[in-house]
């Protein structure tokens, strides 16, 4: 299945517009749907889909926004899941024959045991909000038609990403932009920060593009693969080195409003299966994706 990232093979991306979709189109050559397509209107993704005749398909369109998945669990559900469903049927409806990968979640795993970490593929699944529920039944989703179709199916689950570009609902890229605003004399040295004594694994988006076209060449089908760094990062200590990197030194204060109830303290996973098949490991460093973040943010504050 090679060819994806010297470009002989047509690469239909959902979810294009999308922070990561961005980055897709970046560095894969792809043909995006069509501009406002909805996946939840079966007939013109059918119609798209059939126009484009793709080798293969990145799958990435998601409400991906855990607040609003719980504002609107219908709609997350028919979006993520409802829209897998209805991409599946083009692409079998257009005699597709290639390799499809589709974009899972780390969320999946829900709570996670620190006695069980790093996790691995094989660990329960246990969603804890409506979008990782809409992830798990799409992946399930995905593996019974990599048994079933004529096509072949391979899914990631990616933890936490990071980089240039990232919206500020997420906490390092939101701190990224405190700390230039502080910087650049637009507000008080004062950053406002939910529970930063908590770990996670991030990845720069760039490496996690990079994962997915080797799986798109080499991963197997109806496997799932973890895309994640392997290291486990404490969030104060990337917002130290963000103060650091900008040359700011700023007070911290709790805001009550972003704390999460039953906030997972620790987590980290491991990319061993990713790397088995592919030879992927990660390849930026977590100091270089901060200071990508803050020269991202400089720019459009000055």
Known sequence: ????SGGRMKLLLTGANGFVG??????????????????????????????????????????SFVPAAFENPRETFDINFTGTLNLLEALQAAEFRGRMLFVGSGDAYGQVSEATLPVCEDHPLRPR?????????????????????GFEIVM????????????????IADFARQVMEIRLGRRAPVLQVGDIDITRDFTDVRDVVRAYGLLLERGRNGEIYNVCSGREYCIRDLLRRLLTLAGVEATIEQDP?????????????SFAALQRDTGWQPAIPMEQSLQDLLNDWEKPLQ
């Open 156 to 171: 990631v689950r990616p933890f936490n990403h990071i980089g240039p570009d990232q919206s500020p609902r997420f906490a």
């Open 257 to 269: 409003a972003r704390l999460r109830r039953a906030e997972q303290r620790r987590m980290v996973a």
């Open 22 to 63: 961005r980055y897709v189109q970046a560095a894969l050559p792809c043909v995006p749907l069509p501009d406002g397509l909805d996946l939840r209107d079966r007939a013109a993704l059918t119609t798209a889909v059939a126009a484009m005749r793709p080798d293969a398909v990145l799958h990435l369109a998601a409400q």
């Open 1 to 4: 299945m090679g060819g994806i």
């Open 129 to 149: 909000n409506p979008y990782a529920m809409s992830k798990v039944a799409a992946e399930a989703l995905c593996y019974q038609w990599s048994q079933t179709s």
